[in-house]
RNA sequence: GCUCGGGUGGUGGAAUGGUAGACACGCCAGACUUAGGAUCUGGUGCCGCAAGGCAUGAGGGUUCGAGUCCCUCCUCGAGCACCA
């Protein structure tokens, strides 16, 4: 089964094993079994226009060494791929060139298929989803109507990130610095009706379950940041005389007695009641500013800080104190109350803003004397010590209390617990947490998406069917009524019923939004003014008897959408009845590797973990909480002159034209021989040569000039037989610990020792299962010629003899005062006194120590002898 | 600004506190060749003829011994960026 020629010829090897393993489904994963599961996950590609990028292959590649290590140790291992195929790029596409966006989409997916099928990966193409197949987003679909059910997805006026270049609404997350993430757009503010899920309601479980993953810590601390839970206390500060009361919200209440000034955000609600006459026209003036700038140059400007003295004071509830009242646009309306207590002597921002307006400081805490040490610095201080005091503030370090009367001398941690206690009793204020994280945007106005499969009727309508209990949604919406009023008129929200799933993307003429913000998906008229029959879920285009007038959602659902719960998919990737089929996911659970980019640390990683923990919770799933047990993130691989590589530089590198060159065995080597998997690291032309050279080297220790297999003669040498243990060893623990570059380092180590000696064919089997995760198809094709039963990604993975690795021999290193003087050869097993008779006896090592007085000796048991001289 | 993570030959990179520079690229010399951008052999951190000395961003410290641990600083990268 095997091509006959003489050379390394990777051009006919490579694409025939790999229509081999395509044919024979040699990587086909079972649903069952006795074996033990393994499954390894790779971020799903966006099918770009571009085609696959040099970065793709290294975590498929990684993953693809993993998965081929699990099926030799005999694992039933599960490694797919699919399609993130919904996005912007492919509608672009369709409004440039008035073509369907599944077209380009579906050539895409065509040219990637072919580009990774090239690399020789152990998929299983069994289980190919696409999120832009209908039978794959049907469950989306259905997913997102049970947030509806259970509450967690509402429509709210929203002020959201607007960017008119794309004419759609981005999240959160998708905004970078006031620019949109994709394509580098300004945004702006604006209101509007959108979707938003209830992400914030698992801001506590999203936090929790960060707690026993195996995750980067750097993408745990992401997270974990950008969830932002802080606990602290809401204040009440009596407006004087008499008014009602501004709450706050801090998180550190022991600074409470050094407050000196209150700041309300520019849109609170209270601005107006405070403002006394005097001061009206410059409050309004600089309302009116702070309207006007975007929140890029809200932010931007941020370096000096702005601000208006209302006129209006407030009571200090802890010392009964009066404040004055400002406002100013670092307090941001969206966080905590949209009010702060203003504490400048232990607060940076407090103590710029006192600095620029001549507010008084007054410090409250000092540093516990445990804190300051480094005794030198102690005593310059003290000799200047009034001035020092001055700069050393704001102090933001916990200390100890000052002048914050009966709290005098408690420390941080316990003045907090005792002030919230007195402000919980005496009722001017509560414990309280908050998170930064807000609620998850996701809605779009594009074409190019899930459809959101929900129909408006009006409140009448909905109230009856209520009323009447009967209608084919009573149990599928939530408590509260979603709804928004246009017009004078309020629609509710139903959700389209299930048998009408998927719900597909209507045709239009058009794929552009307006530029009002409504969705493409409103140019079908046809498709968005129907009548539903309440009872049954039917929906009719014409007006019928038992039918009454709808409007369906235009939105449609954001990318992150579909790769929520790809993973869960690719279990049972055509089950009909649910999402997920149950036995599947029992037996599978849940990925025990996940490898791909940091870039998706907050976004595809946040929201999937959401999704999971919800479709958990409700029962929908079973197996896990957390869907990501172990997750990777591979590096960057830059261009050759040490930037990321982009068209605009020229330093793309095209894998289809490598693989021509080198083949795909060479390149997956290259990729993982370049460095560290997570490490950034500069691509270079020359440096895949040296792989190249090591297959070719490999080829012809197996294959002689006529193209004959070897008959590999070779005496059973110890050396090579100890080599080759040691990299059995070296190998497997480098698999096990993802380090793929010193792996592949000892395996040309033994190859460059084993052609001057040669090998048996024993050794010559070993090793071949050694390489062949790494570079399959010459392993395979070599395998086969040695007459081996196909395939070698099959057989058992080959386990070290420690015996093996023993040597009768070691070298010794002599070093004197630590520097190496010298080295000897002794018997393995001699004692350190024979070794010291032996260096004794060494000349170099002597004149070294002549004249010197010997005070130490230390020995470490095989490897040195060091002697320290006076 | 804050929080992390890095800084090792000409280059990519190796090194449980124990011979710094594995492996590879590049370069130099040689062999085989009509030829070499194929292959093979040897060499290759820096200074020095050598003995030896100096070397892991800089400077200190701990240690018999530090790329590795501690402190200060410089620098590159990532993340966060008025979140009270």
Same mark, same amino acid.
């Not at 995750?215 to 940041?225: F, H, L, Y």
């Given at each position: ?6 050379n ?12 081999k ?11 069952e079994g ?6 390894v ?6 099918? +770009?226009?571009?085609?696959?990028? !040099?970065?793709?292959p ?6 693809d ?28 596409h ?7 966006? #599944?077209?380009?989409t579906?050539?895409n ?9 090239s690399?020789?990966?152990a998929i ?13 987003y ?10 509806? @059910? ?9 002020p959201?990130?607007?960017c008119?270049e ?10 970078i610095?006031?620019?949109?993430e994709r394509?580098?757009f300004?945004?702006e ?16 479980? /999203? ?7 195996d ?11 950008w ?10 500060? &009596? ?7 501004i #709450? ?13 000034f ?7 609600e ?5 403002t006394t006459?005097?001061?009206?026209e ?7 500013n702070?309207?006007k ?9 941020? *370096?000096?800080k ?7 004071f407030?009571?200090?509830p802890?010392n009964?104190?009066?404040i004055?009242i400002?406002i ?39 540093a516990?004397?445990?804190q300051?040490?480094?005794s ?8 200047n ?16 209390l000052?002048?914050s ?7 941080? &941690?316990e003045? %907090? ?5 007195r402000?919980?009793? /005496? ?6 947490? %908050?998170? *930064?994280?807000?609620?998850w ?12 499969p929900?129909l ?7 109230d ?18 979603v709804?928004?009023? *246009? ?9 389209? #019923?299930?048998?009408?799933l998927? /719900? ?11 530029d009002?913000g409504?969705?493409?998906l409103a ?12 009872l ?26 579909? #790769?929520?719960?790809?993973?869960l998919?690719?279990m ?5 009845? +649910? ?6 996911e ?7 590797f ?17 999704w ?13 909480r957390?869907?990501?047990r ?17 068209k ?8 289809d &034209?490598? !693989?021509?060159?080198?083949?795909a ?21 020359? =440096?895949?040569? =040296?792989?190249?050279?090591?297959? *070719?080297k490999?080829?012809?220790l ?6 004959e ?5 070779a005496e ?6 100890r /080599? ?12 096990e610990?993802?380090q793929?570059?010193?792996?592949i ?5 033994? !190859? ?15 090793f071949l ?14 395998w086969?010629?040695? @007459?081996?039963?196909?395939s070698?990604? @099959?057989?058992k ?7 093996k690795?023993?040597?009768?021999q ?8 630590? @520097?190496?003087?010298?080295e !000897? ?5 001699a004692?350190?006194e024979?070794?010291e008779?032996?260096?004794w ?8 120590? +002549? ?17 320290v001289?006076?």
């Open positions: 089964m095997t091509i006959n020629y003489k390394y010829d990777f051009q006919k090897i490579e694409p025939f094993w790999q229509k393993w395509l044919e024979e489904k040699t990587f086909r994963a079972e649903n006795s074996n033990e599961k393994y499954y996950l790779d971020m799903f590609p966006y099918p +770009s226009g571009a085609g696959l990028h !040099i970065g793709h290294e975590g498929y590649t990684a993953s060494i993993l998965a081929r290590y699990k099926w030799a140790n005999g694992f039933n291992v599960l490694h797919p791929m699919g399609w993130d195929a919904f996005g912007l790029p492919a509608e672009q369709a409004i440039a060139t008035g073509q369907h966006p #599944s077209i380009n579906e050539n997916i065509h040219r990637f298929r072919q580009q990774i099928q690399f020789g990966f299983d193409w069994g289980r190919e989803v696409d999120t832009t197949n209908p039978h794959y049907r469950w989306t679909q259905w997913i997102f109507l049970q947030l509806f @059910k259970h509450g967690l997805a509402y429509v709210g006026d929203k959201v990130w607007w008119p794309l004419r759609s609404v981005l999240a959160n997350e998708e905004v610095n006031g620019r949109s394509g580098d300004p945004v503010r604006k209101n509007l009706r959108q979707w938003v899920l209830r992400i914030t309601e698992y801001a506590d479980k /999203l936090l929790q379950g960060l707690e026993d993953i995750w980067p810590d750097s993408t745990k601390r992401q997270q974990i940041a969830i932002g839970r802080s606990e602290g206390l809401e204040l009440d500060f &009596e407006i004087i005389p008499n008014g009602p009361k #709450s706050v919200y801090t998180t550190r209440s022991d600074t409470v007695f050094g407050v000196t209150l700041v309300l955000a520019p849109e609170h209270f601005v107006e009641r405070v006459p005097g001061n009206r410059k409050i309004q003036e600089y309302i009116n702070a309207k700038k975007s929140d890029l140059e809200r932010t931007d400007l941020a *370096k000096e702005s601000g208006v003295f209302t006129g209006g407030a009571k200090n802890f009964g104190e009066s004055p400002w100013a646009d670092y307090v941001l309306i969206s966080y905590g109350m949209g009010a702060i207590m203003a504490v400048p002597a232990h607060d940076e921002r407090d103590f710029e803003f006192a600095q620029k307006f001549n507010i008084p400081v007054k410090q409250v805490i000092i516990s004397e445990t300051s040490q480094g030198i610095l102690a005593t310059e201080e003290s000799q010590s009034e001035s020092k005091t001055q700069e050393s503030l704001p102090f933001c370090a916990d200390g100890i000052v002048n009367g009966e709290f005098n001398g408690l420390a941080t &941690e003045a %907090k617990k005792q002030m919230a206690q402000a919980e009793q /005496l009722g001017f204020g509560k414990r309280a947490v %908050k998170y *930064k994280l807000r609620d945007l996701f809605s779009r106005q594009r074409y190019w998406g899930e459809p959101i929900i408006w009727i009006e409140r009448s309508h909905y009856r069917a209520l009323a009447e209990k009967k209608a084919y949604f009573l149990d599928k919406i939530p408590a509260r009524v709804s928004y009023k *246009k017009d004078g008129v309020e629609w509710c929200a139903i959700p389209v #019923s299930e048998e009408q998927p /719900l597909k993307l209507p045709e239009t003429d058009t794929y552009l939004p307006s009002d409504e969705s493409p140019w079908a008229k046809q498709w968005l003014n129907i009548f539903v029959n309440l049954t879920g039917e929906i009719s285009t014409e007006p019928q008897t038992g039918f009454i007038p709808a409007v369906r959602e235009t939105n449609t659902m954001p990318q992150w959408a579909g #790769s929520c719960w790809y993973y998919r690719y049972s990737p055509d089950c009909e009845k +649910s999402l997920v089929d149950h036995q599947a029992t037996y599978w659970r849940s990925p025990d996940y490898i791909g980019g940091a870039e998706h640390a907050v976004l595809h990683l946040l929201y999937a973990r959401f999971h923990l919800f479709l958990y919770d409700v029962g929908i799933i079973s197996a896990v957390e869907p990501f172990k997750l990777f993130h591979q590096g960057i691989i830059l261009g050759s002159d040490g930037n990321k590589m982009s605009s530089r020229g330093n793309v590198v095209n894998p &034209e490598v !693989i021509r060159q080198y083949g065995d060479s390149l997956r080597l290259y990729e993982m021989f370049l460095g560290p998997l997570d490490a950034m690291k500069p691509w270079s032309t020359q =440096g895949i040569e =040296g792989v190249y050279r090591f297959l *070719k490999v080829w012809a197996y294959v002689d000039g006529d193209g297999v070897k008959e590999f003669l059973d040498d110890m050396a090579i037989d /080599l080759l243990h040691e990299t059995i060893k070296k190998v497997t623990e480098d698999i610990a993802l793929f570059n010193t792996a380092a000892q395996m040309m180590i033994f !190859i460059n020792a084993a052609q001057k000696v040669g090998i048996s064919r024993q050794v010559a089997i070993v299962q050694l390489l062949a995760p790494f570079a399959p198809h010459i392993a395979e094709e070599l086969a010629r040695l @007459k081996e039963p196909f070698i990604s @099959k057989a993975w080959p386990t070290y003899d420690a015996l690795l023993v040597t009768d070691v070298k010794i290193v002599l070093q004197v005062n630590g @520097k190496v003087r010298d !000897i050869l002794v018997d393995s097993d004692t350190q024979i070794i008779k032996i260096a006896q060494q000349s170099r090592f002597l004149t070294f120590l +002549s004249g010197k007085r010997i005070a130490r000796k230390i020995y470490i048991p095989g490897k040195i002898l060091n002697v001289v006076d």
